[in-house]
């Protein structure tokens, strides 16, 4: 089973940034497409970012959008997620995966991966 090791949650201010990783354990992480997820309390998990194989198509939802940006370091096996001006709004867990395919914004198909979750919460 593919295994990612994820990092990089915590609390932090209104407006403030967090930068999440994932690192592929044991496995290339250049063949597959890659995206994340988040989970709210109470809420479905719903996508946030997609990021084609070839590295060349990305999308993310209109909620993050000129916000988040969605990147990969193939040398590094590791993917990446930079929130910048957090909202009290993107307070969630966050997951990465891998595998399947990027359908706009949202990896779909079958997912070989995925990360533990990472806490997020945007609070004064």
């Known amino acids: 089973q593919l295994q990612f090791v994820e990092s990089g949650g915590g609390l932090v201010q209104p407006g403030g940034s967090l930068r999440l990783s994932c690192a592929a354990s044991?496995?290339?992480?250049?063949?597959?497409?890659i995206g994340w997820f988040r989970q709210a309390p109470g809420r479905e998990r719903e996508a946030v970012s997609c990021?084609?194989?070839?590295?060349?198509?990305?999308n993310s939802a209109d909620f993050v959008q000129g916000r988040f940006t969605i990147s990969r370091d193939n040398s590094k096996k590791t993917m990446y997620l930079r929130m910048n001006s957090l909202k009290p709004e993107d307070t969630a867990v966050y997951y990465c995966?891998?595998?399947?395919?990027?359908?706009?914004?949202?990896?779909?198909?079958?997912?070989?991966?995925w990360g533990q979750g990472a806490q997020v919460t945007v609070s004064s």
């Open positions: 990021l084609s194989r070839r590295a060349n198509v990305t």
């Open positions: 044991g496995w290339t992480l250049e063949y597959y497409a």
């Open positions: 995966a891998a595998g399947g395919y990027c359908s706009d914004y949202q990896l779909l198909g079958t997912i070989q991966a």
